[in-house]
């Protein structure tokens, strides 16, 4: 299948040559009060993020309720010491609020899609219409459920936490070959949160070139420091935890942003992105307008017709409308053409 530089999410174009697709993944920070919910889409509108994440399932769809020891998460998070079926009950979203979030930024004109952790969440969503899937990390190995979300033809967001390449290309081959190759990849780093010394950010350019498609980052870093870095290695796509407050306690409040940090991400993205700019070994129109002030050669004393140049009469100096200082040494022991006033810039005609 022919592989493609740009993903089109509702009108929005995401691929190399286009702004970079910010997304606020609301995760758990509802804290299961829906006008929490509502809030946290109107502030992500209001900053200016290009689209709101859920994450739609259940405790029964993820897990079982055991307590067994397979089922005690590890070191390594801030849930260490958590049962999965707990964890889960606390952060999911109830179903039927989504639908009536979806109607919410469709009327104030913000993109929301989904992560689906089964195949009755698929179902589910495409009932909503959600215009693009994400798939999570933890789900990049069930090639099940990303086949039935790939045969949705719409296009697919895909962290690559924990990853091996060959399993990041069996992802990938499984959604191609479903006729779907609407892909973006994201560099991610599954820690909660992420320590920047782990995120190895240089393999997003890597993961571009293997696989041609966009590549973004799913970042669980504190601060922005991370996402920003990231837009000089080319990502065209930036997933970041939302939350209205960090006082608000929830499972994913610790690593998320408040709107004013995210606010000044996205500000500071623009930024990074403008600066990045183009090959370039010309002035630009705000050099120009100083080039004269770079050095040249001028007469710094009086000198009469014939007199010899020397270092006591010529100078490289600022600004720059006499000769290159490179010709310093070829003036040197030749004469004066005309009598010659200190501050004149150094020309050819002026030389003997």
Known sequence: MKKIDVVDINGRRIGPDEPVYIVAEMSANHNQNFENALNIISAAKKIGADAIKLQTYSPETITIDS????????SGTIWEGCNLYSLYKE???PWEWQPKLKEKADEIGITIFSSPFDHSAVDFLEDMDVP?????SFEIVDIPLIRKI?????PIIMSTGMATLAEIDEAVSAIQKEGNDQIVLLKCTSAYPAPPEEM?????PHLAKTFGLPVGLSDHTTGIAVPVTSVALGISFI????TLSRDIPGPDSTFSLEPH?????IESIRVAEKALGQINYKATENE??????RRSLFIVNDMEKGEIFNKLNIKSIRPGNGLPPKYLNFVLGRKAAKDLKKGTPLEWNLIS
């Not at 693009?132 to 999570?136: D, E, G, P, T």
């Not at 190895?200 to 997003?204: E, H």
């Not at 940090?261 to 991400?265: K, L, P, V």
């Open 91 to 93: 952060a999911y979203m």
């Open 261 to 265: 940090e995210f606010s000044t991400m």
């Open 200 to 204: 190895n950010l240089n393999t997003i």
């Open 288 to 293: 120009k307008n100083l080039s004269t002030y």
């Open 150 to 154: 790939a045969q949705t033809g719409k």
């Open 239 to 242: 997933e970041k935890h939302f």
């Open 132 to 136: 693009a899937y994400k798939i999570a």
């Open 67 to 74: 307590h067994n020891k397979y089922f005690q998460i590890g």
